[in-house]
C-alpha cells in the first residue's frame, strides 16, 4: 500500500470516524432502526413527567379533541400545544384544559436566596399562568410570628424598585404566614420578583401558590397519574 | 428499516430538488459562462423562490406537490438522462458518495436526538403544521404569533415533510441539513484543485461547525447557509463582474427576508456592501436596486393584503427616546460581554476579525477583503443596534439570543476564511 497516495483517503476515513464518534453514530442508527418514532418522542419527552408529550399524543388520539385544549404544564417547560396542536381549529374556544404534573391545589416554591434577606421569585410570570395569588408563606422558624416583606422588581435601568410591602402575623400553632397577595397586582412580563424580608434567622423559606385549577371542581375525562384531562 | 430507507429516499427528493431547471452539465447559458456546480444552487434559489411565492398562493399544499415532482422528473429526464452519454457522471460520483456519507450521518443524528428548541415550539414548528394540514398563507394570519416571523422556514419543513413516505416530524427538518451540507461543500470545493482534498475540508468543515441544536427547527441555519452562498456569489461577481450573479444574490437575500425577521438586516447590510464595490457596472447597480427595491416592496405588499404586521419586535420610537445614558452604557457593556462571549464559542466569529487584524494595512486593496470588512463592521453594528433599542430585560435577551445571530451571520465569512487559508497555503 502507497501511504503517500492513500493519505488523503486515510484521512478521510479518520474524520469520518472521528464524526462517527461525535455524534455517536452507531448506537443512533441502531436506535433509528429498532425503536419506532413515536417510541422515541415519548422517551425524549417522556409520557406523564417533565413535558408529557407521550400523555397528549395518547389523550388526543383517545378522546379525538375538536378544538386545541389549553395545556398547563406545572413544569416549566416550553409550551408543548405543538405535539397536538390542529391548525383546522385556530379560532375555537376550547373547554377542555390538560393538566401535566398537577401538584394539588397548592403550588410550593423554594425561593432563591440573593443575599442574608433578599430573595428571589424566579419565573413569576410562569407561576401568574398558574396561580391568581401568593397564598402564603413559609419560613422554618417558628419562633418568628410577625414579618414584613417588601416586593421588589427590577427597572429599566435595572435597578431595584420598591413595589409593595406587606405586614403578616402567624399564631404561634401555625405553619404559614398568610399573605393572600393577588398577583394580577403585579405588573408581571419576563420580569422576576424579589422580596425582602425583616428577619433573616432562618435556613428554608417557601412560597405557597393558590393553584387556579381545583380538579375537583371540573369534569375528569381521563387521568393517568398526574396528568389530567378535564372539562369546564 | 422503513424510516432509514426513507432518510434515503429523501436525499434523492432534494436532489431532485436541486437538479432542475439547470442543467449542471449545461455550461453555457446563452452568453454567460457559469460554473457548472453553481448551477446546483442556481437551482436551489431558483425553486426556492418559486415555492416562496407559491406558498402565498390559496393552494393547499397536498393540491400541488406531486405536480411540482413530477416537473423536477421532467427536467431530470430533459437534463440528464437524454444526454447521458456526453454527461460524465463519473466525475460526480466520489463527491455525492461524501455528500450522501455525511448527510446520512448527521441526519441519524438528527433522527435519535429530535429535540425542538424553545422557538420552534412556539412559532417554526406549529407555522409548519398550517401548511402540512393542507391550511394556506391566509390562515396562518390567525395564528396569534405569525407576526413575529416570515413563514418560508417552516413552510419547508411542511413541504419536505409531506413528500416523504412516513411523514415524521424530522423528515422536513432534513433539508435545512441538506441546504447547510450543501453551502460546506461550495466553499470547500473552492480551495483545491482536487476533489479528494476539497472533501477532507468539506468533512472538517463539518466536524468543526455541526451542532445538533442549530436542527433543531430554528432557521438560522438557514440564513447561515443562505449567506454562505451569498458570499461566493459576492467572490465571484467581484472576479467576473456578470450580472447573473447579482441576480442570484437578489434571489437568495429574498430567501432571506422571508426567513427571519433578521432577516432584513443581511437583506440591507449585503445591499450596502454591494453598492460599495469599486468600479459596478452603472446598469449592474441600477438593475440591482430597483430588483432590490421590488422584492421589498413586495413582501411589504403582501405582508399588507394578509393583515400581518411589519415588525412585532419590541421596537418602539417612545422607547428609544426615553433612553437614558446610564442604560445606554450599562446595555453597551452587557452587549459586548455577551457579544464577546459567545464569539468565543463560533469558530468563524473568532478567526475571521484576528485575520482582519493580519490584514488591516491591505484591506482596502482588495475588494472582497473590503466587502467581508465593511459586512463584519455593520454586522456589528446591526447586533449592538438591535439589542440597544429593544424594549426587553436586556439580560435575558442577550443571553436568550445572541448565539444564535452570531452563528447565522458568521456563514457570511466562511469563504473568506478558506481563501485566506488557501492563499497562505499557496505562499508556502
Known amino acids: 500500500m502507497n501511504l503517500k497516495k ?35 418522542i415519548e422517551n425524549l419527552y417522556g409520557f406523564c413527567g417533565g413535558e408529557s ?52 391545589s397548592e403550588i410550593n416554591l423554594d425561593l432563591d436566596k440573593i443575599s442574608e434577606n433578599f430573595f428571589e421569585i424566579k419565573d413569576t410570570y410562569f407561576y401568574s399562568t398558574l396561580s391568581n395569588q401568593i397564598k402564603y408563606l413559609y419560613i422554618d422558624n417558628q419562633n418568628v410570628n410577625k414579618l414584613k416583606i417588601d416586593f421588589y422588581e427590577l427597572d429599566k435601568n435595572n435597578k431595584f424598585k420598591k413595589i409593595k410591602t406587606l405586614e403578616l402575623i402567624r399564631n404561634k400553632n401555625e405553619k404559614y404566614f398568610l399573605v393572600n397577595q393577588e398577583l394580577s397586582q403585579f405588573n408581571l412580563n419576563e420580569k422576576n420578583l424579589f422580596i425582602r424580608l425583616n428577619e433573616d434567622n432562618f435556613s428554608e423559606i417557601k412560597m405557597i401558590f393558590q393553584n387556579r385549577f381545583l380538579i375537583d371542581q371540573f369534569k375528569i375525562l381521563n387521568q393517568y397519574k398526574n396528568c389530567y384531562v378535564i372539562k369546564k | 428499516m422503513i424510516e432509514i430507507i426513507d432518510i434515503f429516499l429523501l436525499f434523492i427528493i432534494f436532489l431532485l430538488f436541486v437538479s432542475g431547471p439547470l442543467s449542471i452539465y449545461n455550461l453555457d447559458n446563452g452568453n454567460l459562462k457559469i460554473e457548472g456546480k453553481l448551477n446546483l444552487y442556481f437551482n436551489l434559489l431558483i425553486n426556492l423562490n418559486i415555492l416562496l411565492y407559491l406558498s402565498i398562493l390559496p393552494l393547499k399544499l397536498s393540491e400541488y406537490i406531486y405536480i411540482i415532482y413530477a416537473l423536477l422528473i421532467f427536467l431530470l429526464i430533459k437534463n440528464y438522462l437524454l444526454n447521458l452519454k456526453k454527461n460524465n457522471i463519473k466525475s460526480s460520483f466520489s463527491y455525492l458518495l461524501i455528500f450522501f456519507a455525511m448527510f446520512f450521518v448527521l ?18 414548528f406549529i407555522k409548519s403544521l398550517y401548511f402540512f394540514q393542507d391550511n394556506t398563507y391566509e390562515q396562518l394570519s390567525d395564528y396569534t404569533y405569525n407576526d413575529f416571523h416570515p413563514h418560508l422556514g417552516s413552510y419547508l419543513w411542511a413541504f419536505f415533510r409531506k413528500i416523504s413516505l412516513n411523514q415524521y416530524e424530522y423528515f422536513g427538518r432534513l433539508f435545512y441539513l441538506f441546504i ?8 470547500a470545493n473552492s480551495f483545491f484543485k482536487k476533489n479528494i482534498y476539497n472533501s477532507i475540508i468539506f468533512i472538517l468543515l463539518i466536524i468543526l461547525n455541526y451542532k445538533y441544536y442549530y436542527f433543531s427547527g430554528l432557521q ?17 461577481y467581484i472576479n467576473n463582474r456578470n450580472f447573473l450573479y447579482l441576480i442570484f444574490i437578489t434571489l437568495a437575500l429574498n430567501l432571506i427576508l422571508w426567513t427571519k425577521s433578521e432577516g432584513i438586516a443581511f437583506f440591507f447590510i449585503t445591499l450596502i456592501c454591494i453598492n460599495f464595490i469599486k468600479k459596478i457596472d452603472i446598469n449592474h447597480r441600477i438593475k440591482f436596486n430597483l430588483i432590490m427595491l421590488f422584492f421589498l416592496i413586495l413582501k411589504i405588499t403582501i405582508f399588507k393584503i394578509f393583515d400581518i404586521k411589519l415588525n412585532n419586535q419590541p421596537y418602539y420610537l417612545d422607547y428609544i427616546l426615553s433612553l437614558n445614558f446610564d442604560l445606554i452604557i450599562f446595555k453597551i457593556l452587557n452587549i459586548s460581554a455577551y457579544l464577546f462571549y459567545y ?32 459586512f463584519y463592521f455593520l454586522n456589528i453594528l446591526f447586533i ?38 488557501k492563499s497562505l497555503s499557496f505562499k508556502n
Open chain 1, 6 to 40: 492513500n493519505f488523503p483517503l486515510l484521512i478521510i476515513i479518520f474524520s469520518f470516524l472521528y464524526l462517527f464518534e461525535k455524534t455517536d453514530f452507531i448506537k443512533n442508527l441502531i436506535n433509528t432502526h429498532n425503536i419506532n418514532e413515536e417510541k422515541r
Open chain 1, 53 to 104: 408529550v407521550g400523555y397528549l399524543r395518547h389523550v388526543n388520539n383517545k378522546l379525538n379533541f375538536q378544538s386545541n385544549p389549553k395545556i398547563i404544564n406545572y413544569e416549566h417547560t416550553p409550551q408543548n400545544l405543538w405535539a397536538i396542536y390542529n391548525s383546522k381549529y385556530t379560532n375555537s374556544k376550547s373547554n377542555i384544559f390538560i393538566l401535566l404534573n398537577y401538584p394539588g
Open chain 2, 107 to 124: 441526519a441519524i443524528d438528527i433522527s435519535n436526538k429530535l429535540n425542538l428548541s424553545w422557538d420552534s415550539k412556539w412559532f417554526w
Open chain 2, 180 to 187: 447547510y451540507l450543501g453551502s460546506l461543500m461550495l466553499v
Open chain 2, 220 to 236: 438560522e441555519v438557514i440564513l447561515f447557509s443562505f449567506l454562505i452562498i451569498i458570499s461566493k456569489l459576492v467572490f465571484d
Open chain 2, 343 to 374: 464569539s468565543l464559542t463560533n469558530i468563524i466569529f473568532i478567526i475571521f476579525p484576528l485575520i482582519i487584524l493580519f490584514k488591516l494595512k491591505k484591506i482596502f486593496n482588495n475588494e472582497f477583503d473590503k466587502f467581508n470588512f465593511n
Open chain 2, 384 to 421: 449592538f443596534s438591535a439589542y440597544l433599542f429593544r424594549d426587553m430585560e436586556i439580560v435575558y435577551s442577550l443571553k436568550t439570543t445572541i448565539d444564535r445571530i452570531v452563528f447565522a451571520s458568521s456563514g457570511f465569512y466562511l469563504l473568506y476564511i478558506i481563501n485566506y487559508l
